[in-house]
């Protein structure tokens, strides 16, 4: 019923770009706090962006800062997460969170919707 999935990832050289998609279906996506994490292996979960449901504000963590872009596609209910300029440490299994409906910002909420994850590999 309730379901994300992400699609988009793929094997990329360093310096390349790659676009992820996570598609909601049975909700909203607008009114849900939302937000993409990853996990490289050996290493635990890590946020990477996230983007709030009332005024759409962001969050990157340092180190995808000036290089990753997240949004959302109100009409078609789908998150994205735009990764420019991409290093071997991007290497890493990329899931996409949900959490609500709430008004909250994305850095305050606990994800319970989760995606089954998409492979990103960057390599020489």
């Known amino acids: 019923q309730v379901q994300l999935v992400e699609s988009g990832g793929g094997l990329v050289q360093p310096g390349e770009s790659l676009r992820l998609s996570c598609a909601a279906s049975?909700?909203?996506?607008?009114?849900?706090?939302i937000g993409w994490f990853r996990q490289a292996p050996g290493k635990e979960r890590e946020a990477v962006s996230c983007i709030s449901p009332s005024d759409d504000s962001t969050y990157y963590t340092d180190s995808a800062k000036g290089r990753f872009t997240i949004s959302r596609d109100n009409a078609k209910n789908t998150l994205y997460l735009q990764m420019n300029s991409l290093k071997l440490e991007d290497t890493a299994v990329y899931y996409c969170?949900?959490?609500?409906?709430?008004?909250?910002?994305?850095?305050?909420?606990?994800?319970?919707?989760w995606g089954q994850g998409t492979q990103v590999t960057v390599t020489s």
């Open positions: 049975g909700f909203v996506l607008a009114y849900y706090a």
């Open positions: 969170a949900a959490w609500g409906p709430t008004l909250l910002g994305c850095r305050h909420v606990e994800y319970d919707i």
